[in-house]
């Protein structure tokens, strides 16, 4: 654990000398990195199918129709 | 039965589980310099840093990831339920609709990121750092795996405890409960019309 946390120390220390507060090197950082492409949504394991469809199960689409007057 | 080690200083928290967000607050706060502390700082203020953080892949973030995904698994769980809000803002309606596009598809959303921000207030998150007029709103409903750490922000002199006072851990499932609908909110003298998705923790 020690070494785990001198070696955080040192990550912590190297973020703040590399990333100064308002510093000009964010001119390209992507906000929202899933919409922009350049970190598309993982493919699915098959625990996440599973409880998706567990929860469409549970949580069927009502789908509406008008009556017929 | 083994017996839980006792939680006195800030590294405690990476080993120990299932510990009170109020006594990770006091303990964090207690102890300002610990890099545990000043990585947990990282997430509650909105810089530069944790922008670049949570979605580059150098060493640097990497080592800061997995510090918060430790620390995100071992706290308490926030068993409330209470529904939480998250704002999004896109730079264009295309990475809107981009984002959207497999999420409505399934109907379903696996948070990839190391956690995903969210408040319980609709005010907050409709508000000019989470929402734009490309920006969308999501209704998380009965929230089970949450962690509340606007305990730990506000300990700890973090810049936005209310914005980011829930966070839900990497994998966390959210299935959409209904169609889209719009939501109006005034901003800035401007009137945002956004879409409103209603969703809830599977």
């Not at chain 1, 394991?45 to 509406?64: E, G, N, S």
Request: contains cysteine; hydrophobic residues 40%; proline residues 8%.
């Amino acid at each position: 654990m020690t070494t785990e946390l001198k070696k955080l120390a040192a990550t912590m220390a190297e973020i703040k000398r590399r990333y100064p507060s308002g510093g000009k090197r964010y001119s390209t950082i992507v906000e929202n990195p899933f919409e922009s492409g350049y970190w598309p949504l993982p493919k699915p394991t098959k625990a996440d199918l599973t409880a998706m469809r567990r929860f469409k199960k549970k949580h069927p689409i009502v789908r509406r129709h008008k009556k017929a007057a | 039965m083994p017996k839980s080690r006792p939680i006195r200083h800030a590294a405690d928290l990476l080993v120990a589980t299932r510990v009170p967000t109020k006594q990770a607050a006091a303990i964090l706060a207690r102890e300002p310099d610990s890099p545990v502390t000043q990585a947990v700082k990282l997430w509650g203020d909105d810089e530069a840093p944790f922008k670049n953080l949570i979605a580059a892949d150098t060493p640097l973030a990497r080592r800061w990831r997995n510090i918060m995904r430790r620390l995100l698994a071992h706290l308490e769980r926030d068993l409330t339920g209470q529904t939480v809000y998250r704002g999004w803002s896109f730079a264009n309606t295309r990475q809107r609709t981009v984002f959207m596009k497999p999420i409505l598809e399934q109907r379903f959303f696996v948070n990839a990121r190391i956690g995903m921000s969210a408040t319980r207030s609709l005010a907050v998150s409709t508000s000019a750092p989470f929402l734009n007029s490309y920006g969308a709103i999501w209704e998380i409903r009965a929230p089970r795996k949450a962690r509340n750490l606007e305990p730990i922000f506000a300990a700890i002199g973090a810049k936005y405890p209310e914005q980011r006072e829930v966070i839900f851990p990497r994998g966390c499932r959210f299935g959409l409960l209904e169609p889209a609908t719009k939501l109006e909110v005034v901003r800035g003298g401007h009137m945002l019309r956004v879409p409103y998705f209603t969703f809830e923790e599977a």
